[in-house]
């Protein structure tokens, strides 16, 4: 079982920089894909950035490419979300989700888990 905890959400006025971290459970963290996602009050999820078990992959939605990177540390079973010149329509809960792609390290191929989110507010 892996559980997901998000942190370093918060009030940061636009143009301003943030960083998220998703912590990880367990022993199997290199094992999975991880995204990141976010929600805004009235709006449906979206995904925001994603990367690969090893790292060497990463994807991002269109309006956050060149503003934010995804990157994660395998060792210390975290992943990390560098979000830079932030605009008041980043304002959203952001959660982490974890999907198992590497068949020896995963106890169902494909399960996801999710953390429960953290807040960033955009805001002058």
């Known amino acids: 079982q892996v559980q997901l905890v998000e942190s370093g959400g918060g009030l940061v006025q636009p143009g301003g920089s943030l960083r998220l971290s998703c912590a990880a459970s367990g022993s199997t963290f290199s094992g999975y894909t991880m995204n990141w996602y976010r929600q805004a009050p009235g709006k449906e999820r979206e995904l925001v950035a994603g990367?690969?078990?090893?790292?060497?992959?990463?994807n991002y939605a269109d309006s956050v490419e060149g503003r934010f990177t995804i990157s994660r540390d395998n060792a210390k079973n975290t992943v990390y979300l560098q979000m830079n010149s932030l605009k008041p329509d980043d304002t959203a809960m952001y959660y982490c989700k974890a999907i198992c792609h590497v068949v020896r390290l995963c106890r169902y191929y494909a399960m996801e888990y999710w953390g429960e989110g953290t807040l960033v507010t955009v805001s002058s």
């Open positions: 990367i690969s078990s090893t790292g060497g992959s990463t």
